[in-house]
């Protein structure tokens, strides 16, 4: 089978096996992943000769996410979409259009930024009807007053970072992976091994317990699987990328803020590190509860995804 999910491969294109491009977004992620443990590893280091123990170690390593961990995060996605991109144009001789980065760039964009904040909203309207608390009254919540404005810079421009996170991984997983395997498996294969393959390089929220893991790889799984859908419906990655990047920095930036805003004394870097770790599910299982709302994102992101796969199944109906 030999289906373009997005633009048409050009007949001097090389087609990486299905099984094949599995491995090698495997390979790409732990190779990119070095700069993250060799990062930590000197960190950790450096924290020992100075008498640190080891919970210390990892303690301030949490705690500096904002300043330390979020610029190696930053790096490794740039060097994974790298990694991919350079397999695409050098290996597989296609365009990037062949990936979903076509024409259109600007409003595609924008598009997906307004449907990521939307992602947000609906999963929390999902988290307050299933039994979330609602935290604290405006009132109560402006109580402490504004935080420096450099604190707010700073956490700003970190969630930036989620920007370049969020494509980084709709290029190798919605853009390239799921381009290549449409060629060999057909469109519905492509988007349900990589999807899957998205939960499986998620797998660290089961640092929080099996219960909380299952039920947040759900969501992860379901989340995954709207992006893939919207990318077969509008033919383009561009969408995804920014709604995938606004999501998630929104996911963090916005309680980062209200913590902030709550305790003005509390430091950017605290704040971030605490909602971080929250919305990783790298928080640990004495952080974490599993209640109704932990299903929210999995219940808002499959509801989601049905209302995708509906209208591209109208489509292909139309088109005969």
């Not at 695409?88 to 997906?112: K, N, Q």
């Not at 919605?174 to 797998?203: D, E, K, N, T």
């Not at 599993?290 to 999995?298: N, S």
Request: glycine share 12%; charged share 10%.
């Amino acid at each position: 089978m030999n289906r373009a999910l997005y633009a048409p491969l050009p007949e001097t294109a090389r087609r990486t096996w299905g099984w094949a491009a599995l491995l090698l977004a495997l390979a790409g992620f732990a190779l990119s992943s070095t700069v993250v443990v060799v990062g930590s590893a000197v960190y950790g280091f450096v924290l020992t000769l100075g008498g640190a123990e080891p919970a210390e170690i990892q303690q301030r390593l949490m705690g500096d996410t904002l300043t330390f961990l979020l610029p190696l995060l930053l790096v490794q996605f740039i060097v994974w979409a790298a990694i991919t991109l350079g397999w695409t144009i050098v290996f597989e001789r296609r365009s990037l259009a062949t990936i979903g980065l076509g024409p259109g760039a600007a409003p595609r964009y924008l598009i997906g930024l307004v449907l990521g904040l939307v992602l947000v909203f609906a999963i929390g309207l999902t988290a307050l009807a299933l039994g979330a608390e609602a935290g604290a009254d405006a009132a109560e919540a402006g109580a402490g007053g504004a935080p420096p404005v450099a604190a707010i810079i700073a956490v700003l421009l970190g969630c930036c970072v989620f920007l370049v996170q969020g494509a980084a991984e709709e290029i190798v997983f919605r853009g390239w992976l799921m381009s290549a395997l449409a060629a060999r498996w057909g469109v519905v294969a492509a988007v349900i091994a990589s999807s899957l393959l998205f939960m499986v390089l998620h797998a660290h929220v089961f640092v929080s317990g099996l219960g909380f893991g299952l039920v947040a790889l759900l969501g992860l799984g379901m989340t995954g699987l709207a992006f893939a859908l919207l990318c077969v419906l509008t033919r383009s990655i561009w969408e995804a990328v920014a709604a995938h990047g606004a999501f998630n920095a929104a996911a963090v930036g916005a309680p980062t803020l209200a913590l902030l805003f709550e305790d003005p004394t509390r430091s950017a870097n605290a704040a971030f590190g605490e909602v971080f770790t929250q919305a990783t599910g790298m928080a640990g299982a004495d952080s974490t509860s599993l209640g109704p709302e932990t299903f929210a994102q999995a219940l808002a992101a499959g509801v989601i995804s049905a209302v995708l796969a509906v209208l591209i199944a109208r489509r292909a109906a139309k088109r005969g």
